[in-house]
């Protein structure tokens, strides 16, 4: 499974950005896509899911403010990051899980939240 993102990059404070992620390779048995985020010296934390019937999950630090959807017949989860805030800026990553519990991580893609 290999997962291409695009979007991030630079915005400031109360603006908007959006992620988009695209699935390929032998896909099955996905549980959930979505998107985790890990800021400078923090781990890795998961702040957005949706499972193929359109259940969603959001962090409690994004929750009203980030919107995450998906497209099964493209296998994209895209992700509209509204409101930000200068503790968003993180590197964000594209995820996958199987239902076998395995994780499939895309490369990262930066996001800048300037005050």
């Known amino acids: 499974v290999q997962l291409q993102a695009s979007g991030g990059g630079l915005v400031q404070a109360g603006g908007s950005v959006s992620l988009t992620c695209t699935a390929s390779g032998r896909i099955f048995d996905i549980d959930f896509m979505g998107w985790a985020r890990q800021g400078p010296g923090q781990q890795r934390d998961l702040v957005a899911s949706i499972t193929g019937r359109g259940r969603v999950n959001y962090a409690d630090s994004v929750k009203g403010r980030f919107t995450i959807s998906r497209d099964n017949g493209r296998n994209s989860v895209s992700l509209q990051m509204n409101s930000l805030k200068p503790e968003d800026t993180a590197i964000y990553y594209c995820?996958?899980?199987?239902?076998?519990?395995?994780?499939?991580w895309g490369r990262g893609t930066l996001v800048t939240v300037s005050s």
């Open positions: 995820a996958l899980r199987a239902l076998s519990r395995n994780y499939y």
